[in-house]
């Protein structure tokens, strides 16, 4: 088959032919590719970071956000059959750890990820325990259906915070930030307010429907928020970016008891953080990871199949699988949102 992969541990990824994958365990399953994107992970190991380099052991298929077809299952599968659509979970919990048992496998204490522990998506087939499938309605284009696990981002960070009638203020405009921006929308936001350096992202937020767009590194966020909410200050803060100063200049933007919710992944694991600021705004701070499993996946699929939440505004961009590396390199100039790899056809 066909497959991107991590060849050596250098810059760059590598397409050639490799062996199809093969059901091995009882609840495999095995899926044809139809359409994958591309994550900032996926960037990242392919720049070859330091993140990557502690994590990723070449030679490895990358990959992670797809949707398929159902081809072959292992005997011990029950709720897929070939011919289903589906999506896939990138946290492969363990299932029986204190975690899984409880609710939470999407923070599993011994858990996999997808195209970074285990050979990903970017190739024709994958083979996955059927633990992690979502079984997606024919209805949903394919190529919103792929991005349905950083659409979950979204929705799980959201879903923190009650959303209805408050001044929600969005820090980074990439495409989770973006789709951030219809999730709040259909939750009830009264107003949204995005921060983003980039013009072309900042362009995409306002497509989507932003009420304030801020360029933080020409003007002042905390005083274009307050000026927008009459002093008010935002409500909620939605830390999409992963930046330091975009955390603590949305913080200060936040009103006394306001909230924060946080999905972005920092540079290097301690940062300056205004720790008094936060005390004496009594502020609830909410960190995010993952995606419910599978809460989450569910309303993304509902707002998708019944065509309550937008995001063609997200998804900007699409190449073949052999050209993947226009691909990469358009998501590395920071001018586009989702970048969907078309890998067969159904």
Not at 159 to 168: G, H, P
Not at 216 to 232: C, I, M, R, Y
Request: proline residues 4%.
């Amino acid at each position: 088959m066909r497959a991107v992969i991590k060849k050596e541990r250098a810059p760059g990824l590598t397409f050639q032919m490799m062996e199809e994958p093969q059901i091995v365990n009882p609840q495999d399953v095995k899926i044809k590719i139809l359409k994958a994107s591309i994550c900032g992970t996926d960037l990242h190991i392919y720049k070859w970071d330091q993140w990557s380099q502690e994590r990723i052991k070449p030679p490895q298929i990358g990959g992670h956000e797809f949707v398929g077809k159902v081809m072959e299952i292992g005997p011990a599968v029950k709720g897929v059959k070939p011919g289903d659509y589906v999506a896939c979970e990138t946290h492969i919990p363990c299932g029986v750890c204190y975690l899984c048992k409880t609710g939470n496998m999407h923070v599993c204490s011994d858990m996999k990820i997808l195209g970074v522990h285990r050979d990903g998506v970017f190739a024709d087939y994958v083979v996955v325990p059927e633990v992690v499938l979502w079984k997606v309605d024919k209805s949903i284009p394919l190529e919103y259906a792929s991005v349905m696990e950083p659409l979950g981002n979204a929705i799980h960070t959201l879903s923190y915070v009650d959303l209805r009638a408050k001044n929600v203020l969005i820090t980074g405009a990439g495409p989770i930030g973006a789709m951030a921006i219809a999730v709040a929308k259909i939750s009830g936001a009264a107003s949204i307010m995005v921060s983003e350096v980039s013009e072309y992202r900042r362009n995409m937020a306002q497509s989507l429907g932003a009420d304030l767009l801020i360029n933080p590194a020409q003007e002042s966020l905390q005083d274009k928020v307050n000026s927008f909410t009459n002093g008010h200050g935002a409500d909620v803060l939605i830390e999409m970016s992963g930046n330091v100063e975009a955390l603590n200049s949305g913080m200060n933007a936040v009103r006394n008891c306001g909230q924060i919710s946080i999905l972005g992944v920092f540079k290097d694991a301690r940062i300056p953080f205004e720790m008094n600021t936060a005390v004496f705004k009594n502020l609830s701070i909410f960190t995010v990871t993952g995606r419910k499993m599978f809460e989450t996946w569910h309303q993304a699929e509902q707002w998708l199949k019944y065509r309550k939440i937008d995001i063609s505004k997200v998804v900007t961009h699409s190449f073949d699988l052999e050209d993947f590396e226009k691909g990469f390199e358009l998501m590395a100039s920071g001018k586009s949102g989702k970048i969907v790899l078309n890998i067969n056809k159904d």
